[in-house]
């Protein structure tokens, strides 16, 4: 079975961006939801789990086709919170590191990757996410995904998720999308992120 992620912060500590109640619901309901279903699909097809998840999108051809819409769209579920949620600080560090540099490098300033992440951000419809992601070349663009869609399947590698859904952010923002996209800005953990870019940036 595939296991949940564990998060170096509480479910109290991001006060300042969520609420307790609704980072408790997004983590242990809804996130858990969509690996449950997962794992719930996958071991209904005798699936050994050899697969680490990022690699089961690559032998989804390995599943009947009835059953492909169900992992994907689980999969996505569980991934694009995965990558959501790791890339969350309480606390965090804006110390020069080379993902920080790149994103200079294509942006100018953090500032304006903010801005140009933000204009993005607001163009969601309905359900989707803002991602920040690095193509095959190791170059940098700003994407949005509807619904549980993955960066991944456009070829893609998200660095930066930002969950679009309402039930991210409503029951702290009502309907003040710029205002939740804002604060999320203050927390971001570019450390972390700077550790999944270099792995990636290694296999390219
Ligand atoms: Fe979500």
């Given at each position: 079975m595939y296991k949940s992620i564990q998060l170096d912060y509480g479910m109290g500590d991001l006060g300042g961006f969520l609420d307790e109640k609704t980072l408790d619901i997004h983590f242990n309901s809804l996130y858990k939801g969509y690996l449950n279903r997962l794992n719930k699909v996958l071991t209904d097809n005798h699936y050994d789990f050899r697969y680490t998840k990022e690699e089961l999108l690559e032998h989804i051809n390995e599943f009947p086709i009835k059953d492909r819409d169900a992992i994907l769209y689980?999969?996505?579920?569980v991934l694009n919170?995965?990558?959501?949620?790791?890339?969350?600080s309480p606390s965090p560090?804006?110390?020069?590191?080379?993902?920080?540099?790149?994103?200079k490098?294509?942006?100018?300033s953090i500032d304006n990757f903010k801005k140009e992440f933000m204009e993005k951000a607001l163009i969601?419809?309905?359900?989707?996410?803002?991602?920040?992601v690095m193509d095959?070349?190791?170059?940098?663009?700003?994407i949005n995904t509807s619904n549980q869609e993955l960066p991944d399947f456009y070829g893609f590698y998200p660095l930066i998720s930002l969950d679009l859904w309402e039930h991210a952010y409503f029951l702290k923002y009502y309907q003040n999308k710029q205002d939740y996209i804002n604060n999320f800005f203050n927390y971001i953990n570019y450390e972390a992120i700077n550790t999944v870019y270099e792995e990636k940036t290694k296999k390219l």
């Open positions: 689980n999969l996505g579920g919170h995965e990558r959501y949620f790791l890339g969350l560090s804006l110390k020069e590191n080379a993902f920080i540099e790149k994103l490098e294509k942006y100018g969601v419809i309905g359900s989707g996410y803002t991602n920040l095959r070349n190791g170059g940098f663009n700003i």
